[in-house]
């Protein structure tokens, strides 16, 4: 990415900070979190829109079809940001291709709201050009706010990013996911525009607080980029040696998010019409309890947040916190009605999409414990920790696999426990914390600078192609489950992974040599 001169740490400068950070960074925080919050709730809410029959709002398609139409578009919209990054550090800058990357998204969402066939397919192309755009180039303003000796600033300022990345997630699959279900197909994904249109106008509206930062290239700056390059002393035998670690790393991220990207197909049609969702009595109430919980809890803390970043920065930017408090009313209106509705229930249905934003809590919880216990406790070398991660996820499928064994072949609904799905995602939640975090930081920090934009793009593309299979393999559930069982189906998702697992953990002394030290 465009490389100007970083700004100085507030802890070095005594500037006005939040927990420590600049304050530039929490605008990008909340940008990315109304980013998330709509690709998430549009994503929750796709395949069972798909599949939900005419005569309840849907469009009544096969489950193959619904699902090989989410591998295109997760598929795609990893892919493009490799495109977008290369724009931004040639053309555009990291800030233009964001402010552009979020309207040309909210206009995606905006269109399939409109609620035709024609505005619907413009909307997801739209989306999809607008995250490519979008999501390479947040994330890179965010290394930009540190200079070179601020890693560990940098360290926790992505921490507390990656926070508002599953904080946008958790709210836009609650929310979109409950008002599509439940109200309107066509409100959820409206909902899921009105979030972003509001953060694209925040983030345009705070630009000034980033000062030279993302800023469109200049040729100083890529003689920066050269210099640098041409300082690196790295002998050229290490540097072929660490990309073939990289493209291992990047190979074997296919065999996780394949499965993992399960939760927006398959998964969800099994918690759709395969999980017990109705609960009555003490369970049901114990249920409004805890989801109250989960809700109220996490916008509280970041109501907090916003009030924080107001008095750091209200005086000058007071149209873009004002479009921030705007967006928190929407939110706390929302969840206040909806927890209000489903008290005022004798008997409560969980939405299909809720099970979605068991990811992002189980990672907000959990994400702070594996930190810890890789400072403390026991922090293998990085191939063993994805060999971890793979075999974590399959165990998750491991117990769909259990759960779903008492389905008859070919059945069309059935009625089991929602623990299944619960242990799943943890399952899910704990191999990702294992896997990807620590994938990106090895890219970091095996790349030299000259292709550290190329791997980067790697990572992408591969996980562009997992998410591809994730649609096409999906497809095969009901083909699967008529000619063998579902049970059969979910054991496919925890052999593979597993199996790259093991290989992997094999791999690990050749990795470690082709690492030359990196750990």
């Known amino acids: 990415m465009t490389t100007p001169t970083p700004a100085a740490h507030p802890a070095a400068t005594g500037r006005a900070a939040i927990l420590g950070q600049p304050n530039q960074l929490f605008v990008l925080f909340f940008t990315e979190m109304w980013e998330r919050f709509s690709y998430y709730g549009m994503r929750g809410l796709l395949v069972l829109f798909l599949i939900t029959e005419v005569a309840k709002g849907g469009w009544g398609w096969s489950r193959a ?9 997760t598929g795609l919209a990893y892919l493009l940001p490799v495109l977008g990054g290369y724009l931004a550090d040639r053309y555009l800058g990291t800030r233009r291709a964001v402010v552009i990357g979020g309207f040309v998204i909210a206009a995606g969402h905006i269109s399939m709201f409109l609620n035709t066939v024609p505005s619907f397919f413009i909307g997801l192309g739209l989306v999809v050009l607008g995250t490519g755009l979008f999501k390479p180039n947040v994330s890179a303003i965010v290394g930009q706010l540190y200079g070179p000796k601020e890693d560990n600033a940098r360290d926790g300022g992505y921490t507390l990013f990656y926070m508002g990345v599953n ?18 197909w066509h409100l959820g994904f409206g909902l899921a525009g009105l979030f972003m249109i509001l953060g694209a106008l925040q983030f345009y509206f705070s630009q000034a607080i980033f000062g030279d930062i993302g800023r469109p290239p200049k040729a100083e700056d890529r003689a920066k ?8 002393e790295t002998p050229a035998h290490v540097v072929a040696d660490r990309l073939k670690a990289i493209f291992v790393f990047s190979f074997f991220t296919i065999f996780f998010w394949f499965a993992f990207e399960q939760a927006g197909g398959s998964m969800t049609i099994f918690a759709a019409d395969y999980t017990d ?10 249920f409004k309890i805890a989801n109250s919980l989960m809700t109220v809890l996490p916008a509280l803390i970041l109501t907090w947040l916003l009030w924080k970043l107001n008095r750091s920065t209200g005086s000058r930017f007071a149209l ?3 479009l921030l408090a705007l967006a928190f009313a929407i939110i706390w209106g929302l969840v206040i009605w909806m927890l209000a509705r489903e008290f005022a229930l004798d008997q409560s249905e969980v939405p299909a999409s809720w099970f979605g934003v068991l990811n992002s809590f189980f990672l907000v919880i959990l994400a702070p414990m594996f930190s810890k216990m890789w400072e403390r406790h026991w922090n293998p070398a990085g191939p063993v920790k994805f060999a971890v991660g793979l075999i974590l996820l399959g165990l998750g499928f491991a117990a769909l696999s259990y759960g779903s064994s008492g389905i008859p072949q070919g059945a069309k609904t059935a009625q089991v426990s929602m623990v299944f799905l619960c242990v799943a995602y943890l399952l899910h939640t704990m191999g990702e914390l294992c896997l990807s975090p620590v994938g990106l930081s090895y890219i970091s920090k095996l790349a030299p600078a000259r292709l550290l934009g190329l791997m980067f793009g790697v990572w992408f593309l591969n996980t562009a192609i997992a998410n591809k299979l994730a ?5 095969y559930i009901d083909d699967i489950s008529t000619h063998y069982s579902m049970s059969v189906f979910f054991l496919i998702f925890t052999a593979i992974p597993i199996g790259a697992g093991v290989v992997l953990m094999l791999l690990t002394p050749w990795m470690k040599k082709k690492m030359h030290g990196v750990h």
């Open 65 to 73: 079809d619904a699902t090989s139409l989410y591998g295109w578009y």
């Open 167 to 184: 904080a946008g997630a958790f709210f836009g699959i609650l929310l979109c996911g409950y008002i599509g279900e439940k109200v309107s």
């Open 225 to 232: 980029v050269a210099a640098a390059a041409a300082a690196d």
């Open 277 to 286: 969702r109705s609960l009555v009595g003490t369970s049901g109430f114990i």
């Open 320 to 322: 873009a916190n004002g």
């Open 471 to 475: 649609g096409s393999t999906g497809a």
